[in-house]
Antibody
Framework: EVQLVESGGGLVPPGRSLRLSCTTS????????ISWFRQAPEKGLQWVGL??????????EYAASVKGRFIISRDDSKSVAFLQMNSLKTEDTALYYC??????????????????WGQGTMVIVSS | EIVLTQSPGTLSLSPGERATLSCRAS???????LGWFQQRPGQAPRLLIY???NRATGIPDRFSGSGSGTDFTLTISRLEPEDFAVYYC?????????FGGGTKVEIK
C-alpha cells in the first residue's frame, strides 16, 4: 500500500524555523516527484512547492509566498522528503500535506499529478 | 499568476441530482494541466480528474470533466451521499501551480 506520512509540525514563534518530513512507503520513491501543499484553518488549498525526481536534474519549484524562506529536499536512500521552513510568519499557520506526484500521459504529453496524499501535519506560528 | 475562480461557492442539492461546477481562469490554461480534486470533511484531498477530462484511478464514471481555454466544468451526473464534499480545480503552468477557491456541494 502506498503511504505518505507527514511529521514535524507543531507550535513555533514567528521568525523561527521548522522542518517537516514526509516519510513514504509502498512505491519506488526515487522515481517520483513530491509536492507540498498547505491548508489554513477553514480555508482552501495552497501549493507550497515541489521537487522532481533526480533524473530531471532541475531545482525545486516554490510558490511565490514561500520562495526564499522554504526549502524542499529529498533523501532517496530513505524514501523521505523534507520541507525546511525558515523565517516563519503567522500566515504560514496551516495543515501541511505532502503528496506523491504520479505520472499520467495526457494525449501523449507527460504530466504529473498529486495522486496520493498524506494526512497532514499541523503547523501553528504564534507567539 | 493564473487565478482560478470557482462558482458557485456552495451548491445545495439532493442525492440523485446532477451537479455542475465551474472553474474559470484569469487567462488561458492548457487543458493538459487542468485537474479537479475532492476533499471530504477531515480528509486529505483526492485526485478526481486530470488533463481536464481523464478520471483518476478508481473514480466512478458519474464524475466527468470538460472545458478548454478559460472555462472548465466538473459534472457529477447523479450525486451519491459520499459526493457531498468540497471540490477544487487546479492548474499548473510556468512552474506555478494554483487552486481555485473551492465549491462546497452540500445536502439540500
Amino acid at each position: 500500500e502506498v503511504q505518505l506520512v507527514e511529521s514535524g509540525g507543531g507550535l513555533v514563534p514567528p521568525g523561527r524555523s521548522l522542518r517537516l518530513s514526509c516519510t513514504t512507503s509502498g512505491f519506488n520513491f526515487a522515481d517520483h516527484g513530491i509536492s507540498w501543499f498547505r491548508q489554513a484553518p477553514e480555508k482552501g488549498l495552497q501549493w507550497v512547492g515541489l521537487i522532481k525526481s533526480k533524473p530531471y536534474g532541475v531545482p525545486p519549484e516554490y510558490a511565490a509566498s514561500v520562495k526564499g524562506r522554504f526549502i524542499i529536499s529529498r533523501d532517496d536512500s530513505k524514501s523521505v522528503a523534507f520541507l525546511q521552513m525558515n523565517s516563519l510568519k503567522t500566515e504560514d499557520t496551516a495543515l501541511y500535506y505532502c503528496s506523491r506526484d504520479g505520472y499520467y500521459d495526457v494525449s501523449g504529453y507527460p504530466t504529473f499529478w498529486a495522486d496520493i496524499w498524506g494526512q497532514g501535519t499541523m503547523v501553528i506560528v504564534s507567539s | 499568476e493564473i487565478v482560478l475562480t470557482q462558482s458557485p461557492g456552495t451548491l445545495s442539492l439532493s442525492p440523485g441530482e446532477r451537479a455542475t461546477l465551474s472553474c474559470r481562469a484569469s487567462q488561458s490554461v492548457s487543458s493538459t494541466y487542468l485537474g479537479w480534486f475532492q476533499q471530504r470533511p477531515g480528509q486529505a484531498p483526492r485526485l478526481l480528474i486530470y488533463g481536464t477530462s481523464n478520471r483518476a484511478t478508481g473514480i466512478p464514471d458519474r464524475f466527468s470533466g470538460s472545458g478548454s481555454g478559460t472555462d472548465f466544468t466538473l459534472t457529477i451526473s447523479r450525486l451519491e451521499p459520499e459526493d457531498f464534499a468540497v471540490y477544487y480545480c487546479q492548474q499548473y503552468g510556468n512552474s506555478r501551480l494554483t487552486f481555485g477557491g473551492g465549491t462546497k456541494v452540500e445536502i439540500k
